[in-house]
């Protein structure tokens, strides 16, 4: 059974840091066999892509966290991360861990949505 489990999310105020956890297990081939990214839904809003990594390891993230937030995994490809800093109100959300074997995406769309999703974990960046 694939469990996909999200920690660390919390509230902190303008301009801090978060590192948020995704514990991964029952995945064939672990993290290293899957695109895995971290996806985030604000209230009211789709879901939508923040960071993900490809399995020859290149990485890619929206604009509007380039050179703030830094995805990683650990070298058993059994945990996830999220690196965030300098965080600002926008980045307010539920922030999901998800895996795929094969190129994918956080909402409906083409390519298809991630296989594998974890249940979240409530980011809030208020002053």
């Known amino acids: 059974q694939v469990r996909l489990v999200e920690s660390g999310g919390d509230e902190v105020q303008p301009g801090g840091s978060l590192r948020l956890s995704c514990a991964a297990s029952?995945?064939?081939?672990?993290?290293?066999?899957?695109?895995f990214a971290w996806c985030r839904q604000a209230a009211g809003k789709e879901r939508e892509g923040v960071a993900w990594?490809?399995?020859?390891?290149?990485?890619h993230y929206v604009d509007s966290v380039k050179g703030r937030f830094t995805i990683s995994r650990d070298n058993d490809g059994t945990m996830a991360y999220l690196e965030m800093n300098n965080l600002t109100p926008e980045v307010t959300g539920l922030y999901y861990c998800?895996?795929?074997?094969?190129?994918?995406?956080?909402?409906?769309?083409?390519?298809?949505?991630?296989?594998?999703w974890g249940q979240g974990t409530q980011v809030t960046v208020s002053s």
């Open positions: 998800a895996a795929d074997p094969l190129v994918a995406v956080c909402a409906n769309g083409w390519p298809v949505p991630y296989d594998y």
């Open positions: 029952g995945l064939p081939s672990m993290l290293e066999g899957h695109v």
């Open positions: 990594r490809n399995k020859d390891g290149n990485t």
